[in-house]
């Protein structure tokens, strides 16, 4: 009996854990073997680069232009992980890997708990052949570990309704990554505060505080609620000596790469930008499956309804404030609404049989199926150009990093040091940054900033090294591929050269217009 008390826990974790884990690694795994040349993304990079100068005592250098917005928890990561040197990039990759893999079980998940297992099974497969979300997935964006987060906090609500203190736990490390998880503990925080008490004659129901008023432990919940803005706002106060930093930073740089932002263009290109993620025939299931389930199943989809709502007003709040409307900020609220397009395909068989709406339901579910049928080989075509642009992106990335390995850009960490670095567009920035240990100042993108007359000098090697190396559309400049005259070629492979000038490098770095 002993034996059996101590074996019953073990039994019971695995069975908890076991199933997630496994969907985990057997998704990562494939996404492995499917797309093997995952890397971090320019604004990742700079994170890990920020948590170095962090770790190292220093303040973050903020200063060229085009820098991403600070997130706190990634510059944290970048900080924690500085001893491991390079290993820094290779942990961001394997979290990367690792959320997607968790994104597909949570999905399915959260699928089975308002439907059933085929509705989730269908949904994770929806958005894990999602070409958008694989794409940014892969380049370890911060979204994906945000959605992760997001996702687990509804699945910890949807199991356990006012579960309080656990959410919100999870919705504080979400909010360091991104803004719409202040909206998200806010909300919650009201939900867990106030009750809805029905009205006789009436369908307005009368809103009053929770039973047992304000109390320590709910003032604890609004602590928590709003710790992950005021850490925000503290993390720019330290780093950067103005609390608004974020905000003031992403608004500039909405307004440089000249992004759709603002009320109107919510409602012009923010319904575009979920269609990018969905696709249509995501669009048309989410849309069938949200009315079908909230008139004939209200009490499975009701909950699940509000997540997307929020997540999609929260998408067009931030968007209407000045952020970009950019389709990565859309992935939350189609993550939720890729459930609704699989219970749109699968839900009739929740039904009684003898239910007239069962046999309409399988027309509708009959007509969304014939919709990814025929929209099949653009599905396809799509993720056969996210493998061609990780693998061409990936090369172009190797061969930079082959240059440092080959000491390539020694001189401009020798004594004299031979800078600045002069490299083509904003992309090469953080890269040379963190590998050659320079501020990111010392690296100069002469598509905007004025050439100097010495230093190091890095151009593309051929036209596909430009192409594949574009940091944005609507980066400003143009990419120079011809070094000023007196620069030397010392160093090339087949995508890059490196020229230098390094004659009184160290003493005048006077900036020629070009």
């Not at 794409?135 to 356990?160: H, K, N, Q, W």
Request: net charge neutral; glycine share 8%.
């Amino acid at each position: 009996a002993p034996d059996t008390v101590r074996r019953m826990p073990s039994a019971s974790r695995l069975r908890r854990w076991g199933p997630p884990l496994a969907v985990t690694v057997v998704v990562s795994g494939l996404l492995l073997l499917i797309f093997p040349v995952g890397f971090t993304n320019y604004d990742t990079i700079y994170y890990l680069l920020w948590g170095k100068q962090i770790a190292l005592g220093s303040s973050p250098d903020y200063s060229p232009p085009l820098v991403p917005t600070p997130h706190p928890l990634y510059d944290l990561l970048g900080a924690v992980t500085t001893p491991l040197g390079d290993g820094s990039i290779t942990v961001a990759v394997v979290i990367a890997y690792i959320s997607l893999g968790l994104l597909a079980w949570l999905v399915y998940r959260l699928g089975k708990i308002f439907f059933d297992r085929p509705v989730g099974a269908l949904a994770a497969v929806f958005i894990m052949t999602a070409a958008p979300i694989l794409s940014t997935g892969l380049r370890a964006y911060i979204d994906i570990p945000f959605m992760v987060m997001c996702l687990t906090a509804l699945l910890i609500e949807a199991r356990r309704p006012r579960a309080g203190l656990p959410v919100l736990a999870i919705l504080v490390p979400a909010g360091l990554l991104r803004p719409e998880a202040w909206l998200f503990s806010i909300a919650y925080f009201l939900w867990l505060a106030f009750e809805l008490e029905p009205r006789p004659g009436t369908r307005i129901p009368t809103v009053k505080l929770r039973q047992g008023g304000i109390d320590r432990e709910l003032v604890g919940l609004a602590v928590l609620a709003i710790s992950a803005p005021l850490i925000w706002f503290l993390f720019d106060f330290v780093t950067a000596g103005n609390p608004l930093q974020s905000f003031t930073g992403t608004r500039d740089n909405v307004e440089t790469l000249d992004r759709a932002t603002g009320p109107i263009d919510v409602v012009l290109y923010g319904p575009r930008r979920l269609g990018e993620v969905l696709q249509w025939p995501g669009m048309v299931g989410a849309l069938a499956g949200i009315l079908l389930t909230l008139k004939l199943m209200p009490r499975r989809a009701v909950g699940l309804a509000v997540a997307a709502a929020l997540a999609l007003a929260a998408f067009a709040l931030l968007g209407a404030a000045g952020l970009a409307i950019i389709s990565r900020y859309t992935m939350l609220g189609a993550s939720i609404l890729s459930i609704f397009s699989a219970a749109a395909i699968l839900g009739w068989r929740l039904l009684e049989r003898g239910d007239p709406w069962r046999r309409r339901w399988q027309f509708i579910a009959g007509f969304v199926v014939v919709l990814y049928l025929v929209w099949l080989p653009n599905q396809i075509n799509l993720l056969k150009t996210v493998d061609r642009d990780l693998s061409n992106q990936g090369l172009v990335e190797r061969d930079l990093k082959a240059l440092v390995d080959d000491g390539s850009f020694d001189a401009a960490t020798a004594d004299p040091p031979c800078l600045p670095v002069s490299v083509p567009n904003h992309r090469a920035v953080p890269r040379l940054a963190f590998w050659l240990d320079l501020e990111p100042a010392e690296v100069v993108s002469i598509a905007t900033q004025s050439q100097p007359e010495s230093g190091l000098f890095l151009a593309p090697a051929r036209e596909f090294t430009l192409h594949n190396f574009i940091l944005d559309p609507g980066e400003p400049g143009r990419a120079t591929t011809k070094p000023p005259p007196g620069f030397e070629l010392t160093s090339e492979n087949r995508s890059w050269k490196v020229y230098s000038s390094c004659d009184g490098a160290a003493k005048d770095n006077t900036p020629i217009e070009p």
